[in-house]
């Protein structure tokens, strides 16, 4: 076990409204990452984090920003949820180093109406 | 297309049977890992490979690097209910992580 807790699990959102996803560690890690997992796409990055306050784009990082102000809580914000970022979202962690063995959070269900 | 191929994309077997699933690329990648993936959870490390031609083995499960480190195949021997859930490989090229779409196997009792 990671420590890795996402919240919330489950959210149904409007188009258009603001919405922000959390990710907590509890064990100091420095590499964090937001991924999205869609049917027949498997996982794909949308934004990482090498510290604090050091963020850097992934495959799919439009419409998408994140911040990290604490080691421990990675946030991913939609700024106008479309009904394409309907998906499930997830945060890992690794030990080793950039993009290596990564560590998932349980998920977040996120459905935009 | 996914630059990482995951073949087949849903297995169906009865427990007992042997099976493998392929993960398949043109890139050649300098690591790859398995993950599996139950309904609802977050996907769980279950080996990296790192050495072209490297076997792995974890109790019924052999994991293989191709030689070229292109492609990867993981073997389940004797396979049982326990095995259900979502295979993903993902393969480090340059910087990046990259996931296939994985292979859903189902293990019937």
């Known amino acids: 076990d990671a420590g890795i807790t996402q919240s919330p699990r489950h959210k149904v959102t409007e188009t258009g409204t603001p919405v922000t996803l959390r990710c907590h560690q509890t064990?100091?890690?420095?590499?964090m990452y937001w991924y999205r997992q869609d049917p027949g796409h498997g996982l794909r990055l949308i934004h990482y984090s090498y510290g604090v306050k050091d963020t850097d784009k992934g495959e799919v990082s439009d419409g998408y920003s994140v911040s990290r102000s604490k080691t421990e809580d990675f946030l991913l914000t939609l700024e106008s949820a479309t009904s394409s970022q309907t998906s499930v979202y997830f945060c890992a962690i690794s030990v080793g180093g950039l993009n290596t063995e990564a560590f998932f959070g349980q998920g977040t269900r996120l459905t935009v109406v | 297309t996914q630059l990482l191929e995951q073949s087949p994309q849903f297995l169906s077997i009865q427990e007992g049977e042997n099976l493998t699933v392929y993960c398949n690329s043109s890139?050649?990648?300098?690591?790859l890992q398995w993950y599996r993936q139950e309904p609802g959870e977050g996907p769980v490390l279950l080996v990296t490979?790192?050495?072209?031609?490297e076997v792995k083995k974890l109790k019924r499960l052999t994991f293989q690097f191709g030689d070229a480190r292109k492609d990867s195949s993981l073997h389940i021997t004797a396979a049982q209910p326990g095995d259900t859930g979502l295979y993903l490989c993902?393969?480090?090229?340059?910087?990046?992580?990259?996931f296939g779409a994985g292979t859903r196997l189902t293990v019937k009792p």
């Open positions: 890139s050649v990648f300098s690591s």
């Open positions: 064990e100091n890690h420095r590499y």
């Open positions: 993902a393969g480090k090229l340059n910087n990046d992580m990259r």
């Open positions: 490979v790192v050495t072209g031609g």
